[in-house]
């Protein structure tokens, strides 16, 4: 073993007993279902936005974010605009009214809002959103425990299976027995590590390049077109410029942004605050995070794309945060950023089982099909569930390690985070806004956009001429689902006048005391 490796090594090592210890600290304050969901209701601004903002990035923003300042240089900053319109506009157009009728409704998960929201008296809602956050997370989670054997790989040597294996295993070791506190107090230490790696690295390359014009010259010099808002082109250099392509690669870039207005991963941070003080200072706090570290991540590419080239990288983009934090800092600290991809892909990975499982237990399990359930005996399955959901998790990355190790994380990951998105964010955007949404309108709206995804990713393209295919590919599929979705909850909220009746005092209830 050399130096190196055993300093990496160590890092790492620290890395994961810090979280072990969290999840072992965060045990000691479960006592019921609703620590275990969501700490009590009784988390400061500080935690909830960090917990938000970890949990809304993963490996994309790590790996992926940074690959694609280094493929298509500022161009990758209509990302960052997109994910800070995103998160402030969930934090100052929606938490507050959120909050406020979770509170009223003593909500303790998203489909729990809904359900009294909607005046919806079946159990149809629950299990249509039950089903989606069980379908579309192992998707999601899996593409995680595919970054993590990336990371391990690239940093470490290892094989992918079995850094996929080490990372999953300290990620189930502090889920299944602290819970959401679990989740929340690693966010904040993980979330912390991200920003600072986010901004430390670049201002690392920019000291070793030589500075700001160094790195202008030397990008324009590789493609003047790294230095524009609309990017090189698809063919090369001399191809790069506006066009209907560019503009509709930008649209689908800053489309990312909607997840963040909905996804019930992130809105149920806004459900475990203690109060609507929280809100303010939240949003400052989250919208500076954002701003930091998504810059830094391109930043990361664009610096990136000046010292190393694209042979050096094995042709993958995605390469180049790995490359560069070996290359520029001591072995120690490249560690650290091994536990900062860790940190990117863990902070989601135990976001989504405790969402899922929530999903699984309370809503389908306990709401459905027990009522009378002790919380004792829910605790118990809730760990059973979020045990077996991580599993499946587990054995979807290693699928996907098996079909692509190239290709498939970052589809994979973009594909579970825009279904999740599609699935409840028109429904979750208009129940907060319009009086009229109906039971029937958010049922028929979530089955839209849970169908869009698929639709809009295989079907509807196999029908269109190939550049229309290749706008739409371009587009990706986010966007066009979720405008699905909202489209037909509102079409359907207003022919629906049997749920429109029982809508009764909901309009003075979005309005507030």
């Not at 390049?209 to 082109?233: F, N, R, Y």
């Not at 790069?240 to 690669?249: E, K, N, P």
């Not at 979705?485 to 909220?493: D, L, M, P, T």
């Amino acid at each position: 073993m050399t130096f190196d490796f055993a300093m990496k090594l160590l890092a790492v090592s620290i890395y994961a007993i810090i979280l072990i210890v969290i999840g072992y600290l965060a045990s000691k304050r479960v006592k019921n279902i609703r620590d275990y969901f969501v700490s009590g209701k009784n988390l400061g601004f500080f935690n909830v936005a960090l917990s938000a903002r970890a949990t809304g990035e993963s490996a994309w923003l790590l790996l992926g974010l940074t690959g694609m300042g280094y493929a298509v240089g500022v161009q990758a900053f209509w990302v960052v605009l997109g994910e800070v319109l995103g998160v402030c506009g969930a934090w100052i157009l929606m938490a507050r009214r959120f909050k406020r009728l979770t509170d009223r409704y003593d909500s303790i998960t998203v489909p729990d809002y809904l359900e009294s929201r909607l005046r919806d008296s079946g159990k149809t809602l629950r299990l249509i959103a039950a089903f989606a956050l069980v379908v579309f997370v192992p998707i999601y989670a899996g593409a995680q425990v595919f970054a993590t054997g990336t990371a391990f790989h690239a940093f470490l040597g290892w094989n992918h299976y079995a850094g996929a294996a080490v990372g999953f295993a300290v990620v189930l070791i502090y889920i299944t027995q602290g819970g959401f506190t679990a989740v929340v107090w690693s966010d904040v230490f993980q979330g912390s590590l991200m920003v600072i790696g986010l901004v430390a690295l670049p201002l690392v390359a920019l000291w070793h390049i030589g500075g700001l014009d160094e790195v202008t010259t030397s990008l324009h010099a590789i493609d003047p077109h790294l230095l524009t808002w609309h990017g090189p082109g698809e063919d090369g250099p001399s191809t790069g410029g506006w066009s209907t392509s560019s503009i509709v690669t930008i649209l689908g870039m800053a489309a990312i942004g909607i997840g963040f207005l909905g996804s019930p991963q992130v809105f149920v941070r806004y459900i475990s605050m203690k109060n609507e003080g929280q809100i303010l200072p939240g949003t400052i706090t989250a919208g500076v995070w954002t701003v930091l570290a998504d810059s830094g991540a391109v930043l990361v590419g664009l610096f990136g794309r000046v010292i190393y080239n694209p042979e050096q990288l094995g042709g993958n983009a995605d390469n180049i945060l790995p490359e560069m934090a070996q290359g520029l800092l001591p072995a120690f600290f490249a560690g650290l950023f091994i536990a900062m991809v860790l940190s990117a892909i863990m902070s989601t990975i135990d976001s989504l089982l405790v969402v899922a499982s929530s999903a699984g237990v309370r809503d389908y399990w306990q709401k459905s099909m027990n009522p009378d359930m002790s919380d004792e005996r829910l605790m118990r399955l809730t760990r059973k569930v979020t045990l077996g959901l991580s599993l499946l998790s587990f054995l979807i990355g290693v699928g996907i390690m098996m079909y692509d190790k190239e290709k498939g994380v970052f589809w994979t990951i973009i594909f579970g985070w825009s279904g999740i998105a599609a699935t409840f964010c028109p429904t979750i955007i208009l129940s907060l806004c319009w009086s009229k949404l109906t039971s029937l309108g958010a049922k028929c709206a979530m089955i839209a956009g849970f169908l869009g995804v698929g639709l809009f990713k295989w079907a509807i393209p196999a029908l269109l001429s190939e550049e229309w295919a290749g706008y739409l590919e371009s587009l990706d599929v986010l966007l066009p689902s979720f405008a699905l979705g909202f489209a037909v909850a509102i079409v359907v909220s207003l022919f629906d006048k049997a749920g429109q009746a029982r809508l009764a005092g909901v309009a003075d209830e979005l309005r507030g005391p």
